[in-house]
C-alpha cells in the first residue's frame, strides 16, 4: 500500500509539473502574448504566407530577444485589445495605439516610441473643395477604424459614434476600399496607413495637412509595472543604439 502511495504521488507530480508547462517553450521559458490589428501597414499588416510582419512587430521582437523573451503575435480586432490585456488574455499590445488619457486609465504605456497625426484621405478625382469644418454641412460620409483615435475624431465632428454619416469599419482596409469604390467620401487616419494604402490602392490623395500629433505606445496590464520597466529599459538601449533607426528605415526609408 505505502510504495502504492509513492507511486500514485509521483504521478500527481509529474501532472502537476506538466500542467504548470501551459503556456512555455520546451525548457520552461514562458511565451508571451502580444496582440495586434494586422489591417495597419507599415506597423502591422501579413506577408503572402499569412505570417504577421510590420514596423511595430520587429520592434516588440526585438525588446523581447533583449529580454530572453518567448513571443506569439496574435491578430485581434482593435477594438478588442485593450479589454483582451485587462483580462489576462493578453501580455503585451503593440498596434500603432496612440497614448491618451483614457486608455492610460485603462493599461500601463510605455515611453512613446513614434510620434504620428491624423490626415484626411479623399479620392484623387475629388472636385468638391471642404475642409473638416464642412464635412457636416457638406453631408459627407466618413469612414474610420473603431476604437482609433480616428474614430474619436469622426465622433468629434459628428457628435455621435452612431451618426448615419460616420461609417465604423473593424478594418481599415475596408474603409479604404469603400472610398475607393465611392460608398465614402473621406477617410480620417494616421498619416503613415494612410501613405501606405495611398501607394498599393492608387487613386486617394491626402486633404491638407494633418490635424493632430499624437504619440504610440506599447500596453501592459495596468499593474504589470516589472514588465514595463523592462520594455522601456529596452527601448531606451534600441534609441542609444541605433536599432531603432535600423528597424525606422527599413519600414519608412531615410
Not at 501532472?15 to 495586434?36: H, I, M, R
Not at 513571443?71 to 499590445?93: A, G, M, N, R, Y
Not at 480620417?188 to 501606405?196: C, L
Request: proline share 3%; aromatic share 8%; hydrophobic share 40%.
Amino acid at each position: 500500500m505505502k510504495r502504492g502511495f509513492v507511486i500514485l504521488a509521483v504521478l500527481l507530480l509529474c501532472v502537476a509539473a506538466l500542467s504548470g508547462c501551459v503556456g512555455t517553450q520546451p525548457g520552461g521559458k514562458k511565451v508571451l502574448k502580444v496582440g495586434t490589428e494586422a489591417t495597419f501597414p507599415p506597423f502591422e499588416t501579413t506577408d503572402d504566407d499569412e505570417n504577421i510582419i510590420g514596423f511595430d512587430i520587429d520592434l516588440i521582437k526585438a525588446i523581447a530577444a533583449d529580454n530572453d523573451w518567448e513571443l506569439e503575435v496574435v491578430h485581434l480586432p482593435f477594438d478588442s485589445l485593450i479589454e483582451s490585456l485587462q483580462t489576462d488574455k493578453l501580455d503585451i499590445v503593440i498596434a500603432a495605439m496612440t497614448i491618451d488619457e483614457e486608455r492610460s486609465e485603462k493599461v500601463l504605456f510605455s515611453k512613446p516610441y513614434f510620434d504620428a497625426s491624423q490626415v484626411l484621405v479623399i479620392r484623387e478625382d475629388e472636385d468638391r473643395n471642404f475642409g473638416i469644418e464642412d464635412i457636416v454641412d457638406q453631408d459627407l460620409i466618413v469612414a474610420v477604424q473603431m476604437g482609433t483615435t480616428g474614430s474619436y475624431e469622426g465622433e468629434d465632428i459628428f457628435g455621435a459614434e452612431d451618426h448615419p454619416n460616420l461609417k465604423q469599419y473593424k478594418r481599415v482596409n475596408e474603409a479604404f476600399m469603400d472610398l475607393k469604390n465611392g460608398r465614402v467620401d473621406l477617410v480620417i487616419i494616421d498619416e503613415p496607413v494612410a501613405k501606405n494604402y495611398m501607394a498599393h490602392l492608387g487613386g486617394m490623395k491626402i486633404l491638407g495637412e494633418p490635424f493632430t500629433n499624437e504619440q504610440y505606445g506599447i500596453a501592459v496590464k495596468k499593474t504589470n509595472t516589472d514588465m514595463m520597466a523592462k520594455i522601456n529599459a529596452s527601448l531606451q538601449k534600441m534609441m542609444d543604439s541605433g536599432k531603432y533607426d535600423e528597424i525606422f528605415k527599413n519600414w519608412f526609408g531615410e
